[in-house]
């Protein structure tokens, strides 16, 4: 199956940037569906970004126009470009892989981002 590792992380002031990176292991990295989501304490974990296999994207309506994920199979990686950061960006950052024709799934151990105001 897949292992994923997230990266980037870190402490910014509002209306900087960060480079999340997620490095994938173990399996076909092309055939999953990869996702970006966030969490707060005591909050359920929200999505933030998604990339198909075939590079379609899609974003919550918080981060549009603010965030791009990509990826590079050729790496095992997928990104989110994180600009214009606000402090209620604040959270930790999970990465998702998602196999579409079993529905298998597994998380990273996620990143802390913290954004101030």
């Known amino acids: 199956q897949v292992h994923l590792v997230e990266s980037g992380g870190g402490l910014v002031q509002s209306g900087g940037s960060l480079r999340l990176s997620c490095a994938a292991s173990?399996?076909?990295?092309?055939?999953?569906?990869m996702s970006w989501y966030r969490q707060l304490p005591g909050k359920q974990r929200e999505f933030v970004a998604v990339?198909?296999?075939?590079?379609?994207?899609n974003y919550a309506d918080s981060v549009k126009g603010r965030f791009t994920i990509s990826r590079d199979n050729a790496k095992n990686a997928v990104y989110l470009q994180m600009n214009s950061l606000k402090p209620e960006d604040t959270a930790v950052y999970y990465c998702?892989?998602?196999?579409?024709?079993?529905?298998?799934?597994?998380w990273g151990q996620g990143t802390q981002v913290t954004v101030s105001s």
């Open positions: 173990g399996s076909i990295f092309s055939s999953y569906t």
């Open positions: 990339i198909t296999t075939g590079g379609g994207t």
């Open positions: 998702r892989a998602r196999r579409l024709r079993d529905l298998y799934e597994n």
